[in-house]
């Protein structure tokens, strides 16, 4: 079983930038879906973007389309979101997930989750 953990959070003025990453362990995340979701105080968790396991397929929310980035280094076994032109709004805990088939963008029957990191941007 894969074991993810996400760190590059921290608190950040609007407009600034963070990158997020989520490393693997236990196994290689190689074959492995992976996604990020947030979930902001009083919120449901949301999706944010998701990367195929060979890093071909991307798909982002509206909201972060054109800002955030997602991507891969299976070498390192590492994905990354790179935030960009962040705005209060986007303040959350940001969640790492990862499926062995496609990753849904609902949430559900994920397989593995990290244990988040929280990410404030400041107006």
């Known amino acids: 079983q894969v074991q993810l953990v996400e760190s590059g959070g921290g608190l950040v003025q609007a407009g600034g930038s963070l990158r997020l990453s989520c490393a693997a362990s236990?196994?290689?995340?190689?074959?492995?879906?992976v996604g990020w979701f947030r979930q902001a105080p009083g919120k449901e968790r949301e999706f944010v973007a998701v990367?195929?396991?060979?890093?071909?397929?991307?798909k982002y929310a509206d909201s972060v389309k054109g800002r955030f980035t997602i991507s891969r280094d299976n070498a390192l076994n590492t994905v990354s979101l790179q935030m960009n032109s962040l705005k209060p709004e986007d303040t959350a805990v940001y969640y790492c997930?990862?499926?062995?088939?496609?990753?849904?963008?609902?949430?559900?029957?994920?397989?593995?989750w990290g244990q988040g990191t929280l990410v404030t941007v400041s107006s």
């Open positions: 990367i195929s396991h060979n890093g071909l397929y991307t």
């Open positions: 236990g196994r290689t995340l190689r074959s492995y879906a």
């Open positions: 997930a990862g499926n062995s088939r496609a990753l849904p963008d609902d949430g559900k029957a994920i397989e593995v």
